[in-house]
């Protein structure tokens, strides 16, 4: 198998709600039991789980946006988008 036949497209989990939560003055993740407040980095990473694009495009995607700091983009997607799946927050 070829990486584009096991790639997946994360996504959040239908079971939480992301949004601009004023009060907080950043990204929140809403889930019944509370709230996670997410910092700005994490937030445009989440932006772009929307269950269309591979990792590498969401990598692709911010590089555009900070084309000098495409690996510190692809280190710290890498290891937000682990702890949102070990979370359970985004699903693929």
Not at 13 to 38: C, N, T
Not at 41 to 60: H, P, Q
Not at 71 to 81: D, H, K, V
């Amino acid at each position: 198998m070829d990486a584009t036949t096991t790639a997946t497209c994360p996504q959040l989990h239908p079971r939480f709600i992301m949004r601009w939560e004023e009060s907080q003055d950043a990204h929140v993740i809403l889930y019944p039991e509370g709230l996670i407040k997410l910092n700005p980095s994490a937030a445009e990473i989440l932006k772009r789980c929307d269950g269309t694009r591979t990792d590498s495009d969401i990598v692709d995607d911010l590089a555009l946006a900070y084309p000098d700091q495409r690996e510190a983009i692809a280190q710290g997607t890498a290891s937000f988008l682990a702890v949102a799946r070990d979370k359970g927050w985004i699903l693929g």
